[in-house]
């Protein structure tokens, strides 16, 4: 185990910290029942030399109690180790698992777009529990293995120290082929991981797709790819058996050559009259629990050490290398007074040499509705995410109320705007509580206003329990347009001083999507509302639109003025025209 690997252990210990007084009684335990575990042989010993040749009846029934009270004060004490072990994994793994997904949360939102979700689910929910087994594991095994290792060689030495010097000399020899093979094993134990962390990602990616499945009719396919991954990680596994095998032929091998090599050495002394009968028994009992240890010690560091420091390592990434949300620690909570958002020389691109938007400005006004247009692809979704600054700008600033939002907590920031998307993200609970979700301590009178506000109103009270249906997952039991309008209740019901509207109509009628704009305008009068559409009849009712022509060119105006002035800004118009008009034809 390289340095780095030790440095990992050592920074995942510190999880033990609050419960070290649990952790130090069954360091003690386990250091108990390994002494206990030493009476035996040597009881043995005195059995076959003191009590069988002196033919002392006395004598041997002593021993025998000895012998029966020493195994349930060892026993007593190994149930009591394993609750306190139990107990210490389980708020272990509580720690671990809550403090990975508060650590993954914290991840900036550009990071989730570049890594598989199962990924994470697998890290914060398998790998963490397999942490947590491994280092409540780490020291008691070690403090049993270790102390115990070296008694035995102390007794051993006692008895009979050309024997002690013996076995000390061989049996790490006939060891070492097994060592060798543990690089592999945690090689192959990072391959099989991978693997698993894959299917569960290609489940999840499956079923989240259903519909898509079903409408083109796939389910072969993914049944396949699913299949796949399957059969990629049995095959996996099965090099892992077959090192593990090995390994375990290895180890097998060299005890049984051991045990041979010690029985004959041991008969030649006993004929010579070197050594006591007796003294051979212990000294055999002994070997045999130096034989569990060296099982227990090789198991534990080619598998259990391995397997562990994979997960160990994998899990280490996230708390050490996985790049936080991070805030410059200048900024502070503000209360928006205006709304007023005004881009100064901005750029923006998703990869360094690849920029979205370059020298972007703009300027809208407080309490003011403003359309952003443009071809799909030009980056008007991307702009808007800046204002909440899921991405970190190259140049230049973004002020909302007059202050870089650099300076703002992205907490505070994001409690004042609103924001509804085209594909709404609704959980798998009431629908009170999707439209509540950001703002938890809302009545159920702005609750209605929300819902009334976003035209849900009608659709939701002629559901069976209203406001406490339980949608199922991914919302499947209501249309697309109903799921919007749910979203934009949701977004609504805060009251934000900024609310982006980002296709957030586009399944909804043009009738409705008037409605609920005019509502907008009449019951938050003193929102910035930002429109995203494609819909020009949308845009018609907004005070100014901004046409993003070029990732470096934007044009601004009412919508009458940019369709006299703009030539490009015409040419969308008079498509979105002919689309509708072929619309209504069919």
């Excluded at 008037?514 to 009849?537: A, F, G, P, Q």
Aim: aromatic share 12%; with cysteine; hydrophobic share 45%.
């Amino acid at each position: 185990m390289n340095k780095l690997n030790f440095k990992i252990i050592l920074s995942f210990l510190k999880y033990l910290k609050p419960y070290w007084k649990k952790e130090a009684v069954v360091w003690l335990l386990s250091f108990g029942i390994a002494g206990l575990s030493l009476a035996y042989p040597y009881i043995a010993k005195l059995v076959v030399d003191k009590a069988y040749q002196e033919r002392n009846w006395t004598l041997f029934i002593e021993l025998l109690v000895t012998g029966g009270l020493v195994f349930i004060i060892s026993s007593l004490f190994q149930v009591v180790s394993n609750f306190l072990r139990e107990y210490i994994d389980l708020k272990v793994r509580f720690d671990l698992q809550k403090i990975i997904f508060q650590k993954i949360e914290n991840l900036p939102y550009s990071f989730f777009q570049l890594r598989p979700t199962g990924e994470y689910i697998y890290k914060s929910l398998i790998e963490s529990s397999q942490v947590s087994d491994f280092i409540t594991s780490v020291a008691p095994e070690l403090f049993y293995i270790i102390p115990k290792f070296l008694l035995i060689f102390t007794i051993l030495f006692f008895i009979n120290w050309k024997m002690a010097v013996f076995i000390f000399v061989v049996a790490p020899v006939l060891n070492i082929p097994t060592f060798f093979i543990a690089r592999k094993v945690r090689k192959q134990s990072e391959k099989s991981l991978n693997s698993s962390q894959d299917i569960l990602e290609t489940a999840r990616e499956s079923f989240s797709n259903m519909q898509l499945v079903k409408v083109f009719g796939k389910e072969k396919k993914e049944n396949r790819r699913f299949v796949k991954q399957m059969i990629k990680n049995i095959r996996l596994s099965i090099i892992s058996f077959r090192l593990n095998a090995f390994s375990s032929f290895l180890e097998s091998w060299a005890n049984k050559l051991l045990l041979g090599l010690i029985t004959l050495y041991g008969g030649y002394n006993i004929i010579k009259g070197q050594i006591s009968l007796g003294s051979f028994t212990a000294i055999m009992l002994y070997i045999n629990q130096l034989l569990d240890l060296e099982n227990l010690f090789v198991g534990f560091f080619v598998h259990r050490l391995n397997t562990g420091l994979v997960s160990v390592r994998r899990l280490s990434e996230i708390m050490n290398s996985w790049p936080q949300e991070l805030e410059d620690k200048n900024t502070r909570a503000i209360l928006l007074s205006s709304g007023e958002i005004e881009f100064r020389d901005v750029s923006f691109g998703y990869y360094p040499k690849t920029p979205i938007l370059e020298h972007i400005s703009l300027h809208i006004k407080s309490g003011s509705s403003i359309g952003l247009v443009g071809n799909s692809g030009r980056g008007k979704t991307t702009l808007v995410s800046l204002i909440v600054k899921l991405y970190q700008i190259s140049e230049g600033e973004i002020l909302v109320d007059g202050q870089d939002i650099n300076l703002i907590k992205n907490s505070s920031l994001r409690q004042q705007i609103g924001v509804a998307l085209q594909k709404p993200i609704l959980w798998n609970d009431t629908i009170r509580n999707n439209i509540t979700y950001s703002i938890l301590s809302a009545t159920d009178e702005e609750v209605l206003q929300a819902a009334m506000i976003s035209c849900a109103y009608d659709f939701i009270k002629e559901l069976p329990r209203g406001y406490n249906t339980i949608m199922g997952e991914g919302a499947v039991r209501l249309s697309e347009g109903q799921k919007q309008r749910i979203s934009l209740a949701r977004a609504i019901i805060k009251k934000p001083k900024i609310l982006i509207i980002d296709e957030g109509m586009s399944s909804l009628d043009s009738q409705t999507e008037d409605s609920i704009i005019d509502n907008i305008k009449k019951e938050l009068k003193n929102t910035t509302m930002i429109v995203i559409s494609h819909r020009l009849s949308t845009i018609k009712k907004v005070d100014r639109v901004y046409f993003l022509e070029k990732k470096d060119k934007m044009s601004f105006g009412h919508h009458e003025e940019l369709l006299h002035q703009n030539p490009q800004y015409k040419e969308l118009f008079a498509s979105q025209i002919e689309e509708e008009h072929i619309k209504i034809k069919s």
